[in-house]
């Protein structure tokens, strides 16, 4: 994909009738992260317990219905302050929508990375979702998730690709495939067994999914992903996230290559419906995608 295929809105980051909400939002780093942070509440590490009937909002999925969400609690501008148990319930992935979807408001190429985080947990590597916005020189990595009045000790608005707090998930697949890493210590949470090869191996299908602008739920199935990677065609992943690092290393073949596999192999991308398992009840249900 070009560059300025990133300025335009997909389907998931349209703000639909909430437009001007974004457009009040000055697309500076620091001012998108704290708007989306008092928008949106992590529905489990918010440090708040939210109500059992609340908890499906992590599946609103689409900017739009996210804004609903809120606007129907506040029907406020976005900066206004939220109280924070009754912010959207959501995760990783919707503070990056979010914050993508102000940056497109602005025209500001920007795009959501898929991978592990370690700046968590000491020892663990939690999956994680960042944005990935173009400042006019370089792309940059930024959390939005995190308050920068905590104790961090890095620059979460500018994280250093190579500081190994972040690794795209095919930069962590390849390690796994390398030998270099224990795949185990990858995944979730240390208290929950959803980690491990193929949890690598299905977010490796989640990142260029994401890269091609289909922002999907981390808990979406594609049909080339796996429970056990013994059963999976390792060679197709293997493929991808060679294409994938290449790619951010400047390759506009490799690029290419990408959205090329992407568009011509229906095993790595949702088409008009996709298959989803709420992390809240475990319940499979079939999403029409179609806006």
Do not use: K, Q
């Given at each position: 994909m070009d560059i300025d295929d990133y300025r335009r809105?997909?389907?998931?980051?349209?703000?639909?009738?909430?437009?001007g909400l974004l457009d009040a939002v000055p697309a500076d780093i620091p001012t998108v992260a704290a708007t989306v942070r008092n928008?949106?509440?992590?529905?489990?590490?918010?440090?708040?317990?939210?109500?059992?009937?609340?908890?499906?909002?992590?599946?609103?999925?689409?900017?739009?219905?996210i804004l609903d969400t809120d606007q129907s609690r506040f029907p406020l501008p976005l900066t206004t302050e939220r109280t924070v148990a009754d912010?959207?319930?959501?995760?990783?992935?919707?503070?990056?929508?979010?914050s993508v979807a102000i940056l497109r408001q602005h025209r500001i190429p920007s795009r959501s990375r898929v991978g592990f985080a370690s700046y968590f947990s000491p020892g663990w590597?939690?999956?994680?979702?960042?944005?990935e916005y173009w400042n006019g020189?370089?792309?940059v990595w930024a959390d939005p998730e995190i308050d920068p009045g905590g104790d961090w000790q890095f620059d979460g608005y500018d994280i250093d690709p190579k500081a190994g707090l972040f690794d795209s998930a095919a930069r962590v697949w390849s390690a796994y495939r390398a030998g270099t890493i224990?795949?185990?210590?990858?995944?979730?949470?240390?208290?929950?067994?959803?980690?491990?090869?193929?949890?690598?191996?299905?977010?490796?299908?989640?990142?260029?999914?994401h890269r091609q602008t289909d922002e999907l739920l981390l808990w979406d199935s594609l049909d080339a992903m796996t429970d056990d990677v013994t059963t999976a065609d390792l060679t197709l992943v293997d493929e991808i996230a060679a294409l994938l690092l290449a790619a951010d290393d400047g390759d506009e073949a490799a690029e290419k290559a990408l959205a090329d596999r992407y568009a011509t192999d229906a095993r790595l991308r949702p088409d008009d419906r996709v298959r989803s398992t709420s992390p809240?009840?475990?319940?499979?249900?079939?999403?029409?995608?179609?806006?």
């Open positions: 809105h997909s389907p998931y980051s349209d703000p639909g009738r909430h437009g928008v949106i509440v992590h529905y489990r590490a918010g440090g708040v317990e939210l109500p059992s009937d609340r908890l499906d909002e992590v599946n609103c999925r689409w900017v739009d219905r912010r959207v319930a959501g995760c990783c992935r919707d503070h990056t929508l979010l590597y939690h999956d994680h979702v960042l944005v020189h370089r792309w224990d795949p185990d210590v990858y995944g979730v949470s240390p208290e929950l067994p959803i980690r491990g090869d193929w949890f690598i191996h299905d977010y490796v299908l989640l990142e260029l999914a809240v009840s475990g319940t499979m249900s079939v999403v029409d995608l179609r806006r």
